[in-house]
């Protein structure tokens, strides 16, 4: 069965750094294309960022542009998230999710990791 | 930036039906797809490609488009259905946009 596990979450100082993992399992993980979604407290879902099957291509949205840096090691079946300069706003749960590709969604989701960003 | 809308919230009795919209500047001519999310919960693909169902996902859910307006329906909702739900589309980059969501409750 298709599994996604997020790691690398905790507390972090205005300005630090984080690197977010997810480990998947139980699918051919070179063949999809796979995003990071977002959900701060109390708040909606917010796209991250996704990547292209080999990584080459990859896509941010507008309020983690130029500090997010999205990753993949198929050989290890992992999805990274670099985080730097981090900021206030980006305390959320953060999700990877499974892009089945050609409009059909995002259709396997991880359980999430909490970052929080605070003195 | 690409922007999505969904109304708030909807309530509804159970076994009635249930009905919420997402529009967006031409969202006719994108795939929609629709997500739900039980409190503290991953969220859930429950539409995608509109129209279409996942497998899983009960009949009673179905997706539909008309214009920019695509539309996700309840019918005969239960208690289980309560939550968040949440219309997605691609823009132009492409990147992907979320709806601000609408919350059910099943009174």
């Known amino acids: 069965q298709v599994q996604l596990v997020e790691a690398g979450g905790g507390l972090v100082k205005p300005g630090g750094s984080l690197r977010l993992s997810c480990a998947a399992s139980g699918f051919t993980f070179s063949d999809y294309f796979m995003t990071w979604v977002r959900q701060a407290p109390g708040q909606g879902l917010e796209w991250v960022s996704d990547i292209s099957r080999t990584g080459e291509t990859s896509n941010y949205g507008d309020s983690v542009k130029g500090r997010f840096t999205i990753s993949r090691d198929n050989a290890r079946n992992s999805l990274f998230l670099q985080m730097n300069r981090l900021r206030a706003e980006d305390t959320a749960i953060y999700y990877c999710?499974?892009?089945?590709?050609?409009?059909?969604?995002?259709?396997?989701w991880g359980q999430g990791t909490l970052v929080t960003v605070s003195s | 930036s690409y922007e999505l809308t969904q109304p708030p919230s909807v309530s509804v009795s159970p076994g009635q039906t249930a009905t919420i919209t997402c529009s967006g500047d031409e969202l006719g001519e994108k795939y929609a797809c629709w997500y739900h999310q039980r409190p503290g919960q991953s969220p859930v693909l429950v539409i995608y490609?509109?129209?279409k169902r996942p497998s899983g996902i009960p009949e009673r859910f179905s997706g539909s488009t008309s214009g920019n307006t695509a539309t996700l329906t309840i019918s005969g909702t239960q208690a289980m259905d309560e939550g968040d739900y949440y219309c997605q589309a691609w823009d132009s980059s492409p990147a992907g946009v979320f709806g601000p969501g609408t919350r059910v409750t099943v009174l």
């Open positions: 999710a499974r892009d089945a590709g050609g409009g059909e969604g995002y259709d396997f």
């Open positions: 490609q509109d129209t």
